[in-house]
């Protein structure tokens, strides 16, 4: 079974940034998508960024330009580097392993197979 288990996130002030990070266990992680996912309060689970096992990326459109997603293969981890934090995006940030071989990144949480613990996110205004 794979795990994952994100960490860095945490109290930022709105403007500030945070990494991510997310290692992933149990698999054969390069062959995996990934993506970030957060849920915010009284609002549905919705997609942040994803990453594909050849390194195509997809990012919700609200996060465009400030927030990137990358991967270590060689360290079985995902990060989601974010930039500009607003207070709207305080969330629990979820990473999420998809096992399927795909040319394009899912965006639909249906589409992934495992998910981390999340990590809470708060920004300040």
């Known amino acids: 079974q794979v795990q994952l288990v994100e960490s860095g996130g945490g109290l930022v002030q709105a403007g500030g940034s945070l990494r991510l990070s997310c290692a992933a266990s149990?698999?054969?992680?390069?062959?995996?998508?990934m993506g970030w996912f957060r849920q915010a309060p009284g609002k549905e689970r919705e997609f942040v960024a994803g990453?594909?096992?050849?390194?195509?990326?997809n990012y919700a459109d609200s996060v465009k330009g400030r927030f990137t997603i990358s991967r270590d293969n060689a360290q079985n981890t995902v990060y989601l580097q974010m930039n500009r934090l607003k207070p709207e995006e305080t969330a629990l940030y979820y990473c999420a392993a998809d096992r399927r071989s795909r040319a394009l990144v899912p965006v639909t949480r249906i589409a992934y197979d495992y998910w981390g613990q999340g990590t809470q996110v708060t920004v300040s205004s």
């Open positions: 990453i594909t096992s050849g390194g195509s990326t």
């Open positions: 149990g698999g054969t992680f390069s062959n995996y998508a």
